[in-house]
């Protein structure tokens, strides 16, 4: 019987007392405390990185995040019989963050923002990452492309309908994006990135957000990187906000949060801004459509388009009103 890579746990000196099933990995109760096992695939010199960054968080600012640990053979990757490889976190009790509690999602933002504080590492080699204006060209390449696709087919589903009818709004508003993007600071921020050693989190979500009572965990470092640290605070924001309607006054709390924890520079408020600006729950829906199948399209995700564009006048209110 599959055993889920519970025999692995015998490399790392640990007994399990009673183990559970969650989002694609197995929590485990030991003698020493609860501990995350799941598959990894990936390069082990970028987890051995990671591994530092979040042994220093640990460690020198006291922060509850998933560590992962090294086995009895010093290795962070552990193999089971059927070739599977491993690794083991440092895990907690609690709940994610609930995003319709406005308690629960201040105290994340508030997390964020000490997590940011923490997050430098100069002096390392950094990964060359794609200019924020060349993935937006390239979305907005990608808009046309799918907007030409679906004019040279019977449009036959309500999501291409729907597309059509919207796609040059759109496009105009994320085209403005990028020319804005171009006449800002963004190289200058991109530099202290550099200059400090900057590290984002990477995939800031309600996920990865654990309370309970006065303790935040924070977990999913797998996409951590040296970039923008906004970058984290906007797509944060942008979820959280996508599903109160861009209440625009929880929009003001959110940033004033952070930036009691943590200063925003006026580069980092107009960098804010740009980022809100680009239509990237729209490109995001329209990319999916395209790499899937187009002969059957879910009512879902026509649910969700319908739901951006009932959304497109609070979005932009929300712009201008906060900015």
Known sequence: MYDYGLSVMQQYGLNVQHSYRGRGALICQTQEGLYLLRPFVGSVKRLERQCRLLTML?????????????????????????????????????????????????????????LHRAMKMPGLEQETLEPLQQEYLRHNRELRKIRKFIRGKKVSSPFERQYLNSVEEFLEWAQEAVQCLQESSYEQLRQEVQKQGLICHGEFNQHHVLLQGNQISITGFDKWKYDLQVADLYCFMRKILEKADWDVRLGEKMLETYDRAKTLSKQEYEHLKIRFSYPEKYWKLANYYY?????????????????????????????????
Request: net charge negative; charged share 35%; hydrophobic share 35%.
């Open 58 to 114: 640990s460690e020198e600012y006291g922060m509850r995040v998933d560590v992962p640990l090294f086995n009895l053979e010093g290795s962070l990757v552990s193999t089971d019989e059927q070739e599977t490889s491993y690794v083991l976190r440092r895990w907690y009790e609690g709940k994610e963050c609930d995003t319709r509690d406005k308690e629960e999602v201040l105290r994340s933002v508030e997390a964020l923002a000490q």
């Open 291 to 323: 790499a899937h199948n187009k002969a059957w399209i879910s009512e879902k995700n026509v649910e969700k388009l319908q739901n951006v564009l009932r959304q497109k006048k609070a979005w932009r209110e929300f712009i201008r009103e906060i900015f």
